[in-house]
């Protein structure tokens, strides 16, 4: 079973940027849809990138979509997530999360349950 651990968290300014990284143990990592998911305080957790196995697919939440990219590396069993333009409203505990099925990993809320494994987060905090 993949096992995940995330860095890059931290304190950044607003209109700046971070890189997120999510290392993976495991050797079927290449197998898994990967996703980072993201909780703020007093809000419902939420996907705001997703990736697939072979990073042919991704999907973007709209409060994202042009700041955000999400890419991976098969070789490294890492995946990434780039943020620039960061606002306030982007600070929350940031998650990744791992499961074979695309659909379970880009899908609605509903579908988080059934998330195989999670990450145990990290805090980005940016500044106004």
């Known amino acids: 079973q993949v096992q995940l651990v995330e860095s890059g968290g931290g304190l950044v300014q607003a209109g700046g940027s971070l890189r997120l990284s999510c290392a993976a143990s495991g050797r079927t990592f290449s197998s898994y849809a990967m996703g980072w998911f993201r909780q703020a305080p007093g809000k419902e957790r939420e996907c705001v990138a997703a990736?697939?196995?072979?990073?042919?697919?991704?999907y973007y939440a709209d409060s994202v979509k042009g700041r955000f990219t999400i890419s991976r590396d098969n070789a490294k069993n890492t995946v990434y997530l780039q943020m620039n333009s960061l606002k306030p409203e982007d600070t929350a505990v940031y998650y990744c999360?791992?499961?074979?099925?695309?659909?379970?990993?880009?899908?609605?809320?509903?579908?988080?349950?059934?998330?195989?494994?999670w990450g145990q987060g990290t805090l980005v905090t940016v500044s106004s």
């Open positions: 990736i697939s196995w072979s990073g042919g697919s991704t």
């Open positions: 999360a791992a499961d074979p099925e695309w659909v379970v990993v880009a899908g609605p809320p509903s579908s988080y349950r059934y998330l195989e494994v």
